[in-house]
């Protein structure tokens, strides 16, 4: 014969992806017969779900400047960022910037890597480093409440970033590692994307380390 079965209704709603982008809200219930649970509250495993695309080559520079121009949160780590600047440059304007953060390695690194990195142009990078100051310090100028922060290293970082609204619901990432004598339009990488309006954990590492840059580097335009 059948048990009589009760629900223990969890308290917890979870949002969860569906199909095509949908999302619903979902609340574990807990199952219990009369010998005993017949189910495992737990939350919907999907509730972690995220979305990961490898990023398509060649990469495209105008698609990301107009997603980049709708951000407010904005981080850089990259080798030298000669080619975002001229993507900043092409007339980027930003309505309600929050942060921009840039990272870049020192000269003195950069000179000790000679022929070991990925393709770059001829530009000296303490002169990259300067129009990347000139440049972030316009840029605070129009806004004046935003988080500007240009960050040099002294060390080589192990992968290049662009990150976009770690905070809000729509954040992006994309995490691009250095292949030696490619030019970074040719180097393959990965997005990490927000699926159900929330940070995912496979984020969270590489946000970590960057925010961990933002408060153990100086701020050259307070310099």
Do not use: C
Request: charged share 20%; net charge negative; glycine share 8%.
């Amino acid at each position: 014969e059948p048990q009589s079965v009760k629900a223990l209704v969890g308290s917890d709603l979870h949002t969860v992806m569906i199909k095509h982008g949908r999302h619903a809200a979902v609340r574990v219930v807990d199952l219990k017969g009369e010998d005993g649970p017949l189910t495992v509250a737990a939350p919907p495993r999907s509730k972690d779900q995220t979305i990961l695309e490898f990023t398509p080559l060649p990469k495209n520079g105008a698609q990301f400047r107009e997603t980049m121009g709708a951000a407010q949160q904005i981080a850089l780590l990259q080798l030298t960022g000669a080619d975002m600047l001229q993507r900043l440059d092409a007339g980027a304007v930003w309505e309600r910037l929050e942060a921009f953060w840039v990272f870049m390695p020192s000269a003195q690194v950069i000179a000790q890597m000679a022929g070991r990195l990925p393709a770059r142009g001829d530009e000296p990078q303490d002169a990259l480093i300067d129009q990347w100051r000139d440049r972030l310090a316009r840029l605070q100028a129009a806004h004046p409440r935003a988080d500007v922060h240009l960050g040099v290293l002294d060390v080589l970082p192990f992968f290049g970033a662009s990150m976009l609204d770690w905070d809000g619901p729509s954040g992006r990432l994309h995490i691009s590692p250095y292949i030696w004598n490619v030019a970074p339009v040719d180097t393959p990488g990965f997005d990490i994307a927000w699926s159900h309006g929330r940070q995912p954990l496979v984020a969270e590492p590489y946000i970590g380390a960057v925010k961990n840059l933002k408060d153990s580097t100086v701020n050259l335009l307070g310099a």
